[in-house]
Every structure is written in C-alpha cells, then in structure tokens.
C-alpha cells in the first residue's frame, strides 16, 4: 500500500515564542504575502506527487452554523425520493420514460423550452449567488465538501484518531492495530457508499421500484445492479481517494470563479494591514501589548492554525486563491487563537477586497442588476408557461411508408396520418381528435383508437384521415385538428393534407 506523504501544513506549535525587535510597524503587506507559492497546486509535492491533506478541526459559530445547514441538506437529499407528491416522489428523473417529476410538476423530453429555462434559471442563479457571496456553494451546499467534512472524514477521525495521529501512523509502516483500523474505516465507508449509491439511484428509479429490484434476483435487472456497483465504486474512489482533489484538479467552478466574483463579492479574507508584519510572541511580549507598549509585530502570531485547519491546504494569508472553499475553518481556528492572545477576533473574515482595504463597498451594482433581471425574466417565462401548459399534448406526422395520398370512388381523397396524444393531467381522461377543417372531413382509426390513457401515458394511433376533393388546390390543402377530453383539455393542431391538382 502506498504510503501517503505528509501534509505540507506546519507542525502545530503554541503560539507564544519569542518576540520580535522592535520596530515601528508597517500597515503595508510584506513582500511575503504577494510572493507566489512554490507549488502550483496546494494539493501536490513539488516533484508532482499527491500531497495528503489531514485538516484539523476547529471548533467555532462557523462550524456549528454549516453543521446545520450541511446535516439539513443531507436529510433533504436522502427524503425527497420518498416523499410522495402528486402520486409520484418529490423528484423523480425517469429518464427511461422520458418523464421528470419536480414537486408535483412533470416535465416530457419534449419539454425542451421549459427543461433549457431551468438549465439557464440554475446557471444564472449560480453566477448570482457567487457574485454576492463568494464560493458558498463549495464550501456550504456542494455534496462532494458536505459528505466529506460531515460524513466521511468524522468517521476518520472517529477510527484512527486526530489528524496529528492519523498523519504520524500513515508515515509508518502499519502494524496489526493500524490495519484493523484501516480495515474498520474502509467498512464503514463502504457502508455509506452503499446508502448514498441507492438514495442517488432511486432518483432515477423511486425506492419503490428499487426496493423490488433489491429483493429480485440481480439476472432480472442486471442493469440497475451494474449501475449501482459502479455508483457506489465512484463514491469509494472520490471519498476515499481523491478527495480534495475534486476541488482543487477536476471542479471547473474553481477555474471560473475568478470572472464571477469582483472586488465587492464576500470571500475569506486574511487583513495584512491588521496582521503584518506577522510573528510569533513571548510570554514578555504579549505584557508589553497589554501594557500598551508600542511593538513592530502585527496581530498574527504565525502559529500556522489557519493552515492546518484547511481542507485544501492553502494559506489563506497568501490571498484569494483557486483551492479556497470558504469553508470558513480558517476563521474559526484563528478567531480562537485571537482570543487566546487577548486580540480581537476578525483577523480572517468573511467580508470583501474592498471592505479590508477599507474601500467604499457597494452591495448594488451594475452586474447583479443585470443577473438579477435575466433571472427574473427566465423565471417569469418559466412560470407562465407552466401556468399555460394544457392537460394534453399532441401532435401529428404523415408516416414515412406507403403513397401520399389515396383518390376514393366517392370523390374524396384519403391521407394517411399518425397521432400522438399524450395525458398530461394527474388523473386517467379519455381524449378524442376532431377536425375542424376542411369542412366535411372524417377521420378513420386503423385499429381501435383507444385514447384512453392514464395520468403520463403517451399513445400513438394512426388514421386515415378523409377530405372532400374539392378543398384540394395546387395539390394540397391546410387542415386543422383538435384534440380534446370534453373539457378544458384541448390542443389545436394544423397540417398540410395532400391530394390531387386540379
């Protein structure tokens, strides 16, 4: 087993050393913080192999407030399957039947103008969202960051220890004790592997259908078994593996951010004026701070806490970086260490460019005008649409075989058609296809032109549909149908018969 290489974070240290000379201090950032890093990624050794990450926990508002939000989010993703609305789960995506159901709303593949404004509703409020507040997808509402810091590393640290221990054995060869830890946590990570594998899959499926498949031999529905192996195989690799990797290699969201956000977007923000130069104190030092003496160090007292804590291992005094996921745990481990040395908290905080730079912040600004209105009109044409969608949808096209059209002895002329009607209610309702023009047509099933049909189904019936000879000029004559249960239910459709020229 490859053994991982330790994290590139310091070796935590208290943060009392000794004090630095006495100097006036400067309010401008030291050269050190516009440097750029060594490593190009925060995730790799310099040499290019994978540099593992083990993140210590800080304890703090920040934490508990995503605990919330990131345990409410998981119990959202693991109940909407189950949560019947409208006779169906809150959200089913049936791509096999080509049906979408959302809260009680069910989209068709042939929705496409309502599916494309959903796309573009969720993009635009993405963009929206990441001008206002930064990278709070990432850090507060993305699965990969919620299962990892919620689910999968407590469980880590619930087995194996610390993160100190944990990096401290994985530099070692394993002994029995390590391997049956190991062994544990992997167990468990199956295990939960396993629960996200089927809630994901009973999206597409509902826990109905998936619970018969579960209890089914795997030969009857091999398919869905395959699916399920390679799920729960893809979350093992992610969760167990990868990791941060997905944020920092393969999310292109990262590698966008920087035209989404300005100088006004909320980010976590490290104050160099307020913290430069940084440095560690003694025990003489911090008196001399409380006495009120006059000394050269900034607030931050370079105990490297905000860098052990992060998931992604950067150092967010070097600035906004790409790795960052405002996870926010860099604010509460140095707010806990301002405390400890008698600062104020706020070193690190959740706030903008301009706002620590003590620049004038404006909240209302040209682009989220822009955003804002683009949503709102991609909204309003989604829900006027919705409001005007009727209980059935239908259409008509003149299959590809056999002649165009047929001259009867009676003096009239036949074409042959094929109709699709769909019930789009919440309820059975039996349909019926009229024509309107040209006066005096008739339409002839072939077959039984049963068009009675249960809440989704989608029937197709062919016709031959019947002219007089006389509607027919230069070899064609526009026609128009209806299709409609009786009552509010009605779609009007047109097309072009053909016959004879006279």
């Not at 729960?232 to 035209?259: G, N, W």
């Not at 970086?321 to 745990?329: D, L, S, T």
């Not at 604010?331 to 003590?358: F, T, W």
């Not at 008509?396 to 002649?403: C, E, L, M, Y």
Request: with cysteine; charged share 20%; aromatic share 8%.
């Amino acid at each position: 087993m490859q053994t991982p290489s330790p994290s590139s974070a310091p070796t935590p240290e208290p943060p009392t050393p000794e004090t630095q000379p006495a100097e006036p201090r400067a309010h401008a950032a030291p050269s050190n913080v516009l440097e750029a890093p060594e490593e190009v990624l925060t995730t790799l050794q310099k040499d290019g192999r994978r540099r593992w990450m083990y993140p210590v926990l800080s304890l703090g508002s920040w934490l508990t407030r995503r605990r919330v939000v990131g345990y409410l989010l998981i119990a959202i993703f693991m109940l909407l399957p189950i949560i019947p609305v409208g006779g169906y789960p809150a959200i089913l995506l049936d791509v096999l039947h080509r049906r979408f159901h959302f809260f009680g709303l069910t989209l068709f593949a042939n929705d496409t103008v309502l599916l494309m404004l959903f796309g573009i509703g969720v993009l635009v409020s993405v963009v929206l969202v990441t001008a206002l507040l930064g990278r709070a997808w990432c850090g507060w509402a993305c699965p990969q960051t919620v299962y990892m810091e919620l689910v999968f590393r407590p469980i880590e640290a619930l087995v194996e220890g610390p993160a100190s221990r944990r990096q401290r054995q994985d530099g070692q060869e394993l002994e029995i004790d390590g391997l049956m830890k190991k062994g544990l946590k992997y167990g468990l990570f199956l295990l939960v592997a396993l629960v996200l594998a089927h809630t994901f899959v009973a999206y597409f499926v509902s826990w109905g259908d998936l619970l018969t498949f579960m209890t089914s031999s795997p030969s009857e529905h091999w398919g869905y078994f395959v699916m399920m192996a390679g799920v729960t195989a893809l979350i093992m690799f992610d969760f167990a593996y990868f990791r941060e990797q997905m944020c920092t290699l393969a999310c292109p969201y990262a590698r966008i951010q920087s035209v989404l956000l300005d100088r006004d977007s909320l980010i976590v923000s490290y104050d160099p004026a307020r913290g430069e130069p940084r440095g560690r104190r003694s025990a003489k030092a911090r008196k001399e701070e409380e006495g009120g003496a006059k000394i050269a160090l900034g607030d931050c007292v370079d105990c490297g806490a905000c860098v052990r804590t992060c998931p992604t291992g950067i150092d967010i005094r070097d600035g906004l970086q790409m790795e960052c996921i405002n996870c926010m745990q860099c604010i509460d481990a140095c707010d806990a260490i301002m405390l400890k040395v008698n600062k104020p908290v706020g070193l690190i905080r959740y706030s903008s460019l301009n706002a620590i730079e003590q620049q004038p912040r404006r909240v209302f600004r040209p682009r989220l005008a822009i955003y804002v209105v683009v949503l709102s009109v991609v909204l309003s044409v989604f829900g006027w649409l919705i409001i005007g969608r009727s209980a059935v949808d239908a259409g008509v096209v003149r299959p590809n075989n056999g002649a165009p059209f047929m001259e009867l002895p009676e003096g009239q002329v036949a074409n042959r058609l094929r109709f699709r009607v769909q019930n789009r209610s919440g309820e059975e309702a039996t349909f019926r296809i009229e024509a309107l023009e040209p006066a005096g047509t008739e339409i002839k099933y072939i077959g039984s032109g049963d068009l009675s049909l249960e809440p989704s189904e989608m029937v197709h019936v062919d016709a031959w549909v019947v002219a007089p000879a006389a509607a027919f000029h230069s070899g064609s004559t526009p026609a128009r149908f209806r299709v409609t249960d009786g009552g509010e239910a009605n779609v009007e459709l047109s097309f072009k018969l053909l016959g004879p020229s006279r």
